[in-house]
């Protein structure tokens, strides 16, 4: 949330009050930074004075020491570790040296920045985030030097010089400020920075750009697990952290568009480039990397096959690079017939036609041994050349030796389209036909049935048919392919790196424009003769909705009349000066849609797994949990490989294949995770975010950021924090706030989360929600309690006597009043 100028000002002045100089130099370790604390320095630098300038991101190592909330979770080669705390090797041996080291340099920078020696915190040995950040704070805000962007990429690029230091690129941008006050000018500066990643006319600042984006992703842990109580938004958060691994662009530009980015996730899920996957109790490796399991083939046929999972088969898709490829590929599929072919067997002795057939661009059938079908134009004519052969071919009308040469030769047409596979689980190419059937004879005698091709494209390894089709192929050596079998958007996006029939994205052509990029604000096209040509999306929209609306026509923006026929501010000069390519933009997002999706991207894959921490990990992951070692992946130096046990082939776990788990610490706490999945992931906690529900407004005097905190408190004093309840609970109340949903969010969510938590001890959900601390009332709709004893004491000894002791055992039930009643929630964070 922005705030402004006046109110920047007052929080950096609410800084150096609570945090002096002179409190610097008599630092302890716990004012420095602690867990749970909000109000040490650490945090205030973090997220306290985050509107100053944010160093949010990376893990709390960052400020040379912390304090750890579990144990230590594996080893890392920089960091060491003591009881409570731990902190950067070099910094020292012992917490307290560790410390000391820190706050010398911390004090150093102060002194520094106060000199305007730049280059001397520069030298620091602290991480840059951190330093920098303090140097702003702590800088003469009458004769600033340095402005409240703190990574050194970004000062790079905005200052375009690429090889610039902190300080030189700091100069440089504070050189232009002016009189404007350097927090403001640090945000404008920024902002100007992100509208020219969508605006820039320079092609090669694009690529640089590209690159940066390209470079900056690998920063992303290969293997994460999202951790925390229920409701924290861990799966919810998968969608925007898979899309910044894969399009890290793409991701910056959209990040606040939540839209936008599911509309891409969407997409990435249809391409398999996002996969995901829930674990359970009888989920098992079978399922996960291979096993046995039967398939029903393209004519319904079943089978007994080793079946790849989603782990192998997402393995084999990253692994798999184009190793021969069209430079022209200007392929509609729809208007193709497309076909199955086997290229021999990768297994057997024939395993060579296929490489054969790459080196000499055809592709060649196995049937009709060393006989000339030239002059055979229906399966009568072949049927006949293989009798007088010597074949025997009892019934023309199945024999498959028959209908494999009548296919090939009198059914597959120039222009024809060919996939090849490997087995019926993969393929390996895709070429276009481009000559009629001819025989040539060799040596061997097989393979002698010939038709020329055109590589588009090949792949190594072969790429799984899920990339492609909805199920596995049959054996059959060739034959037709047809939807909804054979994707048919894949295909396109396959061979043209953009789908055919589907929604508008950057890669598309329209009316010989191409679109470049797509944001919520502008799009972009090259022109015909290489110029760039930007659009306000606020147009394009208002024409979609005009025509979508019947207040206009296609033909209306085409022929320049939609002015003649309705009332609005669009820029005439410009709609009517683009009118054919708007008519067919608006026509082509009506249709199909847009997204806001770049169809040529990085080549990482993510899979999400969901619930990780339900399933078997070792029976699940089996000898694999080690290759997924970043240092383990393919092409790593200390890279593995096993032999798996059902196909018996030696496999990797590429590195361009990301891991991103969730798991709910109410189902198990972190302490009780497979260690050896601890030790190969990072763990990032998600806790309850009680900002998020300050957006919520009141609902008759309740406070839902308090209750909720108040909630979660208890929890903790009576359970852990690893039970507590998520914000998303209430996030319902953001677009209806009435006391009916948030009774209803406590009747169906809350209260039995509660019950299950405390198995049904009536008496502690009570005091989760400040029962213990509410009189109690003899009409239940004056109550303020949620629990309730279920009986008076008058009945109780009329139902057992006067004499009867309870022993301490007692019935409740909840008090279905206080759901409705708004002074039993706010009595939860403010007894009454």
């Keep these: 949330m922005e705030i402004s100028l006046e109110e920047q000002k007052s929080l950096l002045n609410q800084f150096l009050e609570r945090w002096p100089v002179e409190k610097i130099s008599q630092l302890t370790l716990e004012e420095y930074i602690d867990v749970d604390n909000n109000d040490t320095f650490a945090y205030w630098l973090e997220h306290k004075t985050r509107e100053l300038g944010s160093i949010r991101g990376g893990d709390a190592s960052k400020f040379g020491i912390y304090k750890r909330k579990q144990p230590p979770k594996g080893n890392r080669k920089h960091i060491s570790h003591g009881e409570l705390y731990s902190w950067v090797s070099r910094f020292g041996n012992s917490e307290e040296d560790a410390f000391e080291n820190v706050k010398a340099k911390l004090i150093d920078i102060i002194r520094l920045v106060g000199a305007d020696d730049l280059e001397g915190i520069d030298n620091i040995d602290l991480g840059d985030t951190l330093k920098w950040k303090v140097a702003f704070l702590y800088q003469n805000q009458g004769t600033p030097a340095l402005l409240n962007i703190f990574k050194l990429e970004s000062l790079r690029q905005i200052s375009n010089k690429p090889k610039a230091t902190f300080p030189e690129a700091y100069r440089l941008l504070m050189a232009e400020r002016g009189s404007k006050n350097v927090i403001e000018y640090g945000f404008d500066v920024y902002k100007q920075h992100k509208a020219m990643l969508l605006l820039d006319d320079d092609d090669d600042d694009d690529d640089d750009d590209e690159k940066h984006y390209q470079t900056s992703k690998s920063s992303a842990a290969l293997n994460t697990i999202l951790y925390g109580p229920p409701g924290t938004g861990k799966t919810y958060s998968t969608i925007s952290k898979a899309i910044e691994i894969i399009e890290p662009k793409f991701w910056a530009t959209n990040i606040k568009n939540r839209t936008a980015l599911k509309q891409r996730f969407d997409e990435l899920v249809k391409s398999n480039r996002i996969n995901f996957v829930t674990f359970h109790q009888s989920f098992s490796y079978e399922d996960f990397v291979e096993g046995i399991k039967a398939n029903t083939d393209e004519n319904g046929k079943i089978s007994y096959d080793i079946e790849e999972g989603i782990f192998k088969q997402m393995c084999d898709a990253a692994s798999s690079r184009v190793v021969t490829e069209e430079s022209d590929l200007s392929i509609d599929v729809s208007s193709r017939n497309v076909w199955k072919m086997s290229l021999g067997n990768t297994q057997g002795e024939d395993a060579y036609v296929y490489d054969h057939c790459i080196e000499h661009n055809y592709i060649a059938l196995g049937y009709g041994g060393t006989i000339d079908f030239s002059g ?128 508008l994205a950057v890669g598309s052509n329209i009316s010989g424009y191409a679109v470049t990029s797509i944001s919520s604000e502008i799009i972009e096209f090259k022109k015909p003769n290489g110029s760039r040509l930007p659009l306000p999306m606020s147009i394009i929209n208002e024409l979609v909705d005009l025509v979508k609306n019947g207040k206009g026509t296609i033909e209306d923006i085409k ?156 929890i903790e004093l009576l359970f852990d924090r690893e039970h507590t309840i998520g914000h998303s609970f209430f996030l319902p109340l953001i677009t209806e706030p009435t006391i009916e949903k948030l009774g209803e969010i406590f009747e169906l969510q809350i209260l039995p989360l509660l019950e299950e938590y405390f198995f049904e001890d009536w008496e502690r959900v009570g005091q989760v929600l400040g029962d213990h601390l509410k009189a109690p009332s003899n009409k239940a709709e004056k109550d303020h309690r949620f629990i309730i004893e279920k009986y008076s004491t008058s009945e109780i000894a009329e139902l057992m006597g006067s004499e009867w002791e309870p022993n301490g055992v007692q019935a409740f039930i909840r008090n279905d009043y206080a759901l409705t009643n708004p002074d039993a929630y706010i009595a939860c964070y403010e007894p009454r």
Excluded at 427 to 444: C, G, H, K, P, Q
Excluded at 446 to 459: A, E, G, I, S
Excluded at 462 to 467: D, I, K, Q, V
């Design 376 to 503: 055979a134009d229906s399966r009568k004519e072949i049927t006949k050349l293989y009798r007088d052969a010597g074949f025997t071919i009892d019934n023309e009308s199945y024999d498959y030796n028959v209908t494999s040469i009548n296919y090939f030769k009198n059914h597959m047409n120039v222009g024809d389209l060919v996939i090849v596979s490997d087995g019926n689980q993969k393929f390996r190419a895709i070429a276009e036909v481009t000559s009629e059937y001819y025989f040539e004879e060799n040596e061997t005698g097989h393979y002698c049935q010939l038709r020329k091709v055109r590589w588009l494209k090949v792949y190594s390894p072969s790429l799984p048919t899920s990339e492609l089709f909805s199920k596995n192929l049959s054996q059959q050596t060739i034959y037709s392919l047809k939807p909804p079998t054979l994707d048919l958007i894949k295909l396109q996006a396959l061979l043209t790196g953009r789908e055919e029939k589907g929604s």
């Design 559 to 714: 022929n320049k009349t939609l002015f003649d026929k309705v009332e609005t501010n669009l820029e005439k000069y410009l709609v009517n000066g683009y009118s054919n390519l708007l008519a067919q933009l608006v026509a082509y997002i009506i249709d199909n849609g847009l997204s806001f999706g770049d169809r040529v991207s990085s080549d990482n894959r993510v899979l999400i797994i969901d619930e990780i921490n339900r399933g078997n990990i070792a029976n699940i992951f089996g000898e694999l949990i080690t290759l997924i070692e970043p240092s383990k992946r393919a092409g790593e130096p200390d890279a593995l490989s096993v032999t798996l046990p059902y196909t018996k082939k030696p496999f990797s776990v590429p590195s361009n294949l990301y891991l991103l788990g969730t798991m709910n610490t109410a189902d198990k706490s972190l302490a009780q995770v497979d260690i050896a999945l601890r030790r190969r992931f990072e763990f990032v906690e998600m806790m309850p975010d009680y900002e998020v529900l300050k957006s919520i407004p009141k609902i008759q005097g309740i406070d839902i950021s308090r209750l909720a905190k108040a909630i979660n408190q208890r």
